[in-house]
């Protein structure tokens, strides 16, 4: 028997899942913050919460009731923030659903982008 950390191991879905908590945690760190609770469900790995009540903001894993909630593949989640695949396209195909304060999500992308500017990882308009 493998156990939990064997099943995690080579999991799609929870790697990126990994991957999209790191960005996160690199594009909020400092003075940014959304002012507000964004959960990403990924379904197939879990969920990554954003408080951004907090000053850092604080990036986390635990399940928590959001001021806005997108549901989203966690593969396409991670393709939107490297910038491999249009987040308009992808909503506008049904591939993203949102709920709650549509707002609060749109204030992440200028922070992404400031992110991608001055780290050059490609994350641009």
Do not use: W, Y
Request: contains cysteine.
């Amino acid at each position: 028997m493998a156990g939990k950390a064997g099943a995690l191991r080579g999991n799609p879905a929870l790697e990126a899942e990994n991957e999209i908590e790191a960005i996160l945690k690199a594009a909020l760190a400092g003075d940014v913050t959304l002012g507000a609770v964004l959960k990403f469900v990924h379904p197939g790995a879990g969920v990554v919460v954003i408080d951004g009540r907090k000053q850092p903001n604080e990036v986390h894993r635990r399940d928590m009731p959001a001021d806005c909630t997108v549901h989203i593949e966690p593969l396409l989640n991670l393709a939107i923030f490297q910038r491999h695949i249009d987040q308009n396209t992808a909503f506008r195909q049904g591939r993203i659903r949102i709920v709650g304060d549509v707002a609060v999500v749109a204030r992440l992308r200028p922070i992404m982008l400031r992110q991608s500017n001055a780290t050059g990882d490609g994350f641009r308009e």
